[in-house]
C-alpha cells in the first residue's frame, strides 16, 4: 500500500463543510492535444479517446510517484482533472458542466515503453497506465470557482524547469463534449475523475525529480519520484 487516496474533498463555501468523495473510475482521454498526438506520432482522433485507470493508482499531492521496475521509461502528463458529483447517464453538452462537482490538477503517469509494446501488438494499455503511484492528484476546488475550464493555463516543471506548457482552449473535445461522450459509454456516478489529457512536452521522470504541476486558478500539485 502507498497511502491510496480514500477521499476526495470539496471545500465547502462560506465556512459550509466539504463534500466527501470515494474515489470511483478514472475516465481518462488519449490525444485530445493536437500538438501532443503529433509528438507521439498519433494521428488527431475524430472522437474521444478513452481509457481507463484503476482509483489504487492515485496518490495525494506531496506524495510519492514510484518508478515500477518493469518500466525503464516512465513519462508525466499533466492534466485538468474534473470530479463528477452528479451521478448521469447519456448526459447532454450543455448540460454537463453541471455534473461537474470540481476541478483538479492531475498527473496521468504513464509507462512508455510498455504503452508502445502494447501498441505494437494491439494489446490494452491497462498496465501501460495503471500502476500505483501512476494518478498523482492535487487538491480540489469547487466547481464555481472555475469559470471556464477551457480558459486555463496547464504546466508542469521538474526541479523547477518548465517542461510542459500549455492551455486547455487546445483540447481537441471541450470539458462538455468529454464528459457528454463519455456518459454514452459509461453511467458516471459521484466521484468519477475525468482526467481529460495532455498538452505537448511530455517526457520521462528520474528518482529524485521533484515534480510540480500546475493549472491556472488551482492549487499546486507537488510529488517527488523513486
Ligand atoms: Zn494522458
Not at 454537463?96 to 490538477?105: I, T
Request: net charge negative; with cysteine; glycine share 10%.
Amino acid at each position: 500500500m502507498h497511502g491510496m487516496m480514500e477521499e476526495c474533498r470539496i471545500p465547502g463555501r462560506d465556512g459550509g463543510a466539504d463534500a466527501v468523495y470515494r474515489p470511483g473510475k478514472l475516465v481518462c482521454i488519449g490525444r485530445n492535444y493536437a500538438k501532443h498526438a503529433a509528438e507521439l506520432g498519433n494521428a488527431v482522433p475524430t472522437r474521444p479517446m478513452i481509457f481507463l485507470k484503476p482509483a489504487s493508482s492515485l496518490v495525494a499531492s506531496g506524495g510519492h510517484m514510484v518508478i515500477p521496475s518493469a518500466s525503464a521509461d516512465v513519462h508525466h502528463e499533466v492534466e485538468l482533472v474534473c470530479l463528477i458529483g452528479k451521478a448521469g447517464k447519456d448526459i447532454r453538452e450543455d448540460e454537463a458542466l453541471d455534473h461537474v462537482a470540481g476541478y483538479a490538477v492531475g498527473l496521468d503517469m504513464t509507462a512508455r515503453d510498455i504503452q508502445q509494446q502494447a501498441k505494437e501488438k494491439g494489446h490494452p494499455w491497462s498496465v501501460a497506465k495503471g500502476f500505483d503511484t501512476f494518478a498523482p492528484l492535487g487538491e480540489f476546488v469547487p466547481s464555481d470557482a472555475v469559470p471556464n475550464p477551457q480558459d486555463l493555463v496547464i504546466q508542469l516543471s521538474i526541479n523547477g524547469e518548465i517542461r510542459q506548457d500549455g492551455h486547455t482552449r487546445d483540447m481537441i473535445f471541450p470539458l462538455a463534449r468529454l464528459i457528454s461522450y463519455a456518459s454514452s459509454i459509461f453511467t458516471l456516478m459521484p466521484g468519477d475523475l475525468l482526467f481529460t489529457g495532455t498538452p505537448e512536452g511530455v517526457g520521462p521522470v528520474a528518482s529524485g525529480d521533484r515534480l510540480e504541476a500546475q493549472v491556472e486558478g488551482l492549487p499546486v500539485l507537488t510529488v517527488d519520484v523513486r
